[in-house]
């Protein structure tokens, strides 16, 4: 006699594959069949990436050589990348308990960490275009004297595509830790982003007041 109520071995698959397109089972395996320690090996790696990605057109590595952007990749990104992921980690947590979800940190965690495998994929690219061409990769867009709006529309169009696919395996990825749908996860993906720039906004026109007031 079968017991149906015998727990079922999720499928085993490559999470570093398996993520564009099977984002659920990836979660699943992750969870069920990885330690904490292999979450926390993928969140420093795709810091690496994402670190570099939201430094590049920013100007800042115009005057940077290219073995120091390389360390700044390789400490902060890494560091900066796990402590979004904790800190995401919990706030999805707790959001998605009002979808009743049923997930735990640890189960979260793993889940985000395995959303953030693209930047791993990105890493080496960037890593090795921003080492080897700083003045191209870090260059300001805008700047009046930057010759490099090739690099600004290959990037842009990387940056939007990888963030626009991201926000679907984010949704998945959450919806599957908390066993709910991926439209579930995607508002728990977005409330706390509006609830953040909302709570950036109010600071800012504080500050506008004050200093307004000041100045008078």
Request: hydrophobic content about 55%; charged content about 10%.
């Amino acid at each position: 006699m079968i017991d149906i109520n015998e727990k079922q071995e999720p499928e085993h698959v490559n999470p570093f594959t398996a993520v564009w397109l099977k984002t659920r089972k990836a979660v699943r395996y992750t969870i069920e069949e990885k330690k904490t320690g292999f979450a926390m090996m993928l969140v420093l790696l795709s810091g690496v990436g994402g670190g570099l990605i939201g430094m590049q057109g920013s100007g800042s590595g115009v005057l940077l050589a290219g073995w120091l952007v390389l360390l700044l990749a390789l400490t902060v990104g890494p560091l900066a990348g796990l402590a979004s992921a904790a800190l995401m980690s919990g706030l999805y947590l707790v959001v998605g308990k009002l979808f009743k979800g049923t997930a735990n940190y640890s189960e979260m965690f793993k889940a985000v960490a395995v959303a953030m495998i693209p930047y791993i994929w990105v890493a080496p690219i960037v890593l090795v275009w921003a080492v080897s061409s700083p003045e191209t990769y870090f260059a300001d867009p805008f700047a009046a004297n930057n010759d490099g709006y090739g690099t600004f529309i290959v990037l842009g169009v990387l940056s939007a595509v990888l963030s626009i696919w991201g926000t679907v395996i984010q949704s998945k990825a959450i919806g599957e830790a908390h066993h709910f749908s991926a439209w579930k996860g995607f508002a728990t993906l977005i409330i706390p982003a509006v609830i953040l720039g909302i709570i950036i906004f109010i600071i800012i026109i504080l500050f506008v007041i004050m200093f307004a007031t000041m100045a008078f």
